[in-house]
């Protein structure tokens, strides 16, 4: 079976647009949970002679209620579905206190976690990445999912083992 990678993070930190840049739509399906917009979708991606399969989620806002606590629901099951979870922050945005309460579970978690910045464009990498080293992840990947910067280099270090 081909790797699995998850993306999760909050909404916004650009986990679609890694997804799409990952499979760049090539069949990509959604899951079949009817009645939830915000499924896990997954894509297939090949880098080199290496498929993989990528799942994008819906995202996890912090405090999730109805809808939201499905939402979340769905990155807790890509996590367990995963080889490799990519754990998105953004640039941007700066790293907030979901940012903090998503690395705690993840860092619970035994899955191999990598640290994405995402959003770096215009920005200086190692001050872009400072403030993220707080969530104890270790190492910060940064990378500008909309632009490609950085993304098939990741890419290729997390599919290494594999
Ligand atoms: P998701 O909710 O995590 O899936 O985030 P999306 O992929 O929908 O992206 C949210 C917003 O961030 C969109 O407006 C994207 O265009 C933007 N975005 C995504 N990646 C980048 C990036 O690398 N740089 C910048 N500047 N914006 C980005
Ligand atoms: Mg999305």
Known sequence: MNPVIA????????????FNQ?????DAIVADFPGLT????????QLGNKP??????????????????????QSLLAIDEADIVLFLVDARAGLTPTDMSIANHLRINRK???????????LQEDIATAEFHELGLGE???I???????????IDIVLAPF
């Open 7 to 18: 993306l999760v993070g909050r909404p916004n930190v650009g986990k679609s647009t890694l």
């Open 52 to 73: 993989f399969t990528v799942i994008d989620t819906g995202g996890i806002t912090g405090d999730e209620q109805g809808i939201d606590a499905a939402m979340a629901e």
């Open 38 to 45: 915000r499924d896990r979708q997954y894509g297939n991606g």
């Open 22 to 26: 990952l499979t760049r739509s090539r």
């Open 112 to 122: 191999k976690t990598w640290l994405v910045v995402n959003k770096v464009d215009g």
């Open 144 to 154: 500008a999912a909309s632009h490609g910067r950085n993304v098939t280099q990741l």
């Open 140 to 142: 910060t990947w940064p």
